[in-house]
């Protein structure tokens, strides 16, 4: 089945530093959107792009989808402390219209 | 109002119980899912409701039963679950294209 890779497990930075994420897959997607799920509770999307080499930002958040349609990635600048959390990227492709999920990237941020 | 409200937050519940589970969307979609989140491990799709339909079932044992009674509603009805069923159960919903769902806060489930 569809799978997308998204490492390391989980990333360490100091605030006020900036961080980026990949998410990368073997399959072509259609649309590529970033959640981010901070503990006890579910995930909020943060950025959904949908054409091949589109970059949206939000706030302090960057994501582009790869010219290739097979990756992705999710920049955030200035980190603070609520930027905590886990970063899951998911992808839809267009026969089965369904969401593929990456395994997520938790994120520590130190003061 | 949030856009996807579930309930309860928290369940504690033995082997033996029945209990369902509750979803409730305010967004106007028509497409609802049912994801299982366990440990170190990618979000799970249990079920999916297109148009109130259930158009996809990945497996899921006979003690998770899912209902949709309208477009705004959905249920996880469960018995006899076993202790690896615990985990947070998210419930989402989306535009039938499924182009972006949107999550509740999820139930965390602990099967004693």
């Known amino acids: 089945g569809q799978q997308l890779n998204q490492s390391p497990q989980s990333m360490f930075i100091q605030e006020g530093e900036d961080v980026s994420m990949n998410c990368t897959s073997s399959?072509?997607?259609?649309?590529w959107l970033w959640y981010k799920q901070d503990p006890g509770e579910g995930p909020v999307l943060l950025i959904a792009l949908y054409k091949a080499g589109e970059l949206t930002s939000n706030g302090r958040l960057t994501a582009q989808f790869g010219i290739t349609r097979k990756d992705s990635f999710l920049n955030i600048s200035a980190s603070i402390p609520s930027d905590v959390g886990i970063y899951f990227c998911?992808?839809?492709?267009?026969?089965?219209?369904?969401?593929?999920f990456g395994k997520g990237i938790t994120l520590s941020v130190r003061p | 109002e949030t856009g996807v409200t579930q309930t309860p937050r928290h369940l504690v519940m033995g082997m033996t119980n029945k209990k369902s589970l509750k979803c409730e969307q305010h967004l106007g979609h028509n497409a609802m899912y049912w994801y299982k989140q366990s440990a170190k491990k990618p979000l799970e799709l249990m079920f999916v409701y297109s148009l109130e339909e259930r158009v996809e079932n990945n497996s899921v044992p006979s003690r998770f039963s899912p209902e949709c009674p309208n477009s705004s509603h959905l249920f996880l009805h469960l018995h006899t679950l076993q202790p690896e069923d615990s985990a947070l159960y998210l419930c989402?919903?989306?535009?039938?294209?499924?182009?972006?769902?949107?999550f509740g806060q999820g139930t965390r489930l602990t099967v004693v």
């Open positions: 989402a919903s989306s535009q039938v294209d499924g182009t972006e769902a949107f």
């Open positions: 998911a992808g839809l492709d267009g026969a089965n219209s369904k969401l593929t």
């Open positions: 399959s072509i997607f259609n649309t």
